[in-house]
């Protein structure tokens, strides 16, 4: 299976390297300049991965990411110049899954794609740790007794396993937790039951400023 990717990128000389880098690694790259015919093309065709430039010329990268929040399952990873905290804190509060300074290495860009595909596989290579089974969890192949809300908030993680999700994004997520505070509360829960320490978290760990991340 060949992965499609698609690029919004103006830069020419940029959109050019990386397409045939990435080409070379075997991926289908299709580029795009502007924002309209990039989300026209992603209402109507499958693509496995996005490569997202903010600085576009009709319109933001975060305009894209907006349009695509909660509409369509595909992992996002911007390519910015940008490296200003508040920037790339914003993109991952969007539904980013990764964030890379410009200029990136080519090698690491490829590194990142292929994490990024094996974030979206929720149960593959999992078996021992977790395994979303319908509504059902388990951790290390038993059953965790879990709230609905703790259920809700376990089975987005990992669909979005090694990458931070934000806490703005599980809260809207999740119309039952009615503030930041509570969701805390529901997290100190699930760290209790997957016996992971709260002062050192192996599996669910808190990206200080952002929100939650779980790693396996």
Not at 152 to 173: F, G, P, Q, Y
């Amino acid at each position: 299976m060949k992965y499609k990717i698609m690029l919004i990128e103006d830069d020419d000389s940029t959109a050019h390297w990386t397409q045939k880098f990435l080409h070379g690694c075997g991926f289908d790259v299709e580029c795009f300049t502007l924002v309209t015919d990039a989300i026209s093309n992603l209402k109507f065709k499958k693509y496995d991965l996005l490569l997202l430039d903010l600085n576009l010329p009709d319109s933001s990268g975060f305009e894209v990411l907006k349009a695509i929040r909660n509409r369509i399952a595909i992992p996002v990873i911007v390519l910015s110049a940008n490296s200003d905290k508040k920037i790339i804190v914003q993109a991952f509060k969007l539904g980013a899954n990764d964030y890379m300074v410009k200029p990136y290495d080519l090698e690491e860009l490829e590194a990142r794609i292929w994490a990024a595909f094996g974030k979206n596989d929720l149960i593959a290579n999992s078996k021992n740790i977790f395994e979303l089974q319908g509504d059902t969890i388990s951790f290390n192949e038993k059953n965790l007794t879990l709230t609905q809300i703790e259920f809700d908030i376990l089975k987005i993680l990992i669909t979005n396993k090694n990458s931070t999700v934000s806490r703005a994004n599980l809260c809207e997520s999740l119309s039952s937790i009615s503030s930041q505070r509570s969701l805390d509360h529901h997290i100190k829960n699930i760290r209790k039951k997957i016996d992971d320490n709260a002062s050192n978290p192996k599996y669910l760990k808190t990206e200080y400023g952002i929100g939650y991340i779980l790693t396996f």
